[in-house]
């Protein structure tokens, strides 16, 4: 019956049942059975994702600097500990906006650079190779889409307006008017991602569903 698995593979095959089994009865209701094995996933999760940190990413970088170089890291390091305590917090706001500080700009500068550019980039290549394309009438009605979604998107983001006497501040009516087919792109680009969760998530059930039933009939053959 267990032909070709061994001992740690039947051990596998009965958590991962039993777990399946726990995070499914939230179908019927939130309870601890559910509550254990979510605990136990973000425990595993976390504990896989800090080891990976540090045995990659900060012991070799740690280890690879010079002495002067690992003393400033440690002092950053204490720093950032004085967080830690409401007295000595204040200590810690040099580390802390540094970090803040490039974490904001590496951010910036990835949405700039990976999401913006080429999205412009993509918007002006419709365009621009009109002439390669066969059916350009077709290519030229899918620049323009592109270039409204992106232009009347980015536009949804503006919230400058103009102060008026005695009035509260409006934005402009054609940027309102804009905002809005903005706002009708994302509401589209929400719904695709939705529907991807949702196909994802769907297929994820159907999967264990399976392993459920596949497992049962390998210990309770003839079923």
Do not use: C
Not at 65 to 71: D, G, I, P, R
Not at 143 to 160: K, P, S
Not at 204 to 217: D, H, P, Q, W, Y
């Amino acid at each position: 019956m267990f032909a070709g698995m061994n001992t740690l593979d039947l051990v596998g095959m009965v958590v991962s049942f039993i777990l399946t089994v726990f995070v499914l009865l939230y179908a019927f209701d939130d309870n601890p059975l559910f509550r254990l094995a979510i605990y136990l996933f973000i425990g595993v999760a976390a504990g896989y994702a800090g080891a990976v940190a540090l045995k990659d990413v900060i012991l070799p970088r740690l280890f690879g600097l010079e002495v002067n170089q690992m003393l400033l890291v440690l002092v950053w390091i204490l720093l950032l500990a004085l967080k830690l305590s409401p007295k000595t917090a204040k200590f810690g706001n040099p580390a802390a906006g540094l970090l803040v500080g490039v974490g904001a700009a590496i951010a910036v500068g990835g949405a700039i650079q990976g999401t913006l550019i080429p999205q412009v980039s993509a918007s002006a290549n419709y365009f621009a190779n009109l002439g390669q394309f066969g059916n350009w009438g077709f290519y030229f009605f899918q620049g323009v889409v592109v270039l409204v979604g992106t232009v009347a998107t980015l536009l949804y983001f503006h919230f400058g307006a103009t102060p008026a006497p005695n009035q509260l501040p409006t934005q402009k009516n054609f940027i309102v008017a804009i905002s809005k087919v903005g706002q009708g792109f994302i509401a589209i680009t929400f719904g695709v991602i939705f529907a991807g969760v949702y196909s994802a998530a769907l297929t994820a059930l159907v999967e264990r569903l399976v392993f459920l039933v596949t497992t049962i009939k390998t210990f309770i053959p003839g079923i």
